[in-house]
């Protein structure tokens, strides 16, 4: 079982950028396909970014495409989430977790509050 936790998340001002991080324990997760997912209040859960083992196969949710930029260390078995021009539609928790997301493995979130 994988072990997630997410970190980096916090207060921004529109315009802005924030890094997040993920970090993995429990079993690798170097040959699973990683994700990071947000959910804004009153919404659906959703994913915005995915990885797959070679770092070839990368995709983005047209919301933050050409913003945001998903890497993976598989050896330091990290994922991270670098978000710029940040708006305040990005105001959600975010949560990393495989594709497709385990149940057993979401962790606390990290919070983004983009806002003036």
């Known amino acids: 079982q994988v072990q997630l936790v997410e970190s980096g998340g916090g207060l921004v001002q529109p315009g802005g950028s924030l890094r997040l991080s993920c970090a993995a324990s429990?079993?690798?997760?170097?040959?699973?396909?990683m994700g990071w997912y947000r959910q804004a209040p009153g919404k659906e859960r959703e994913r915005v970014a995915s990885i797959d083992w070679t770092k070839r196969d990368i995709v983005y949710a047209d919301s933050v495409k050409g913003r945001f930029t998903i890497s993976r260390d598989s050896a330091q078995n990290m994922l991270s989430l670098q978000m710029n021009t940040l708006k305040p539609e990005d105001t959600a928790i975010y949560y990393c977790?495989?594709?497709?997301?385990?149940?057993?493995?979401w962790g606390q979130g990290t919070q983004v509050t983009v806002s003036s």
């Open positions: 977790n495989t594709v497709p997301a385990r149940n057993e493995s």
């Open positions: 429990g079993r690798s997760f170097s040959t699973y396909i």
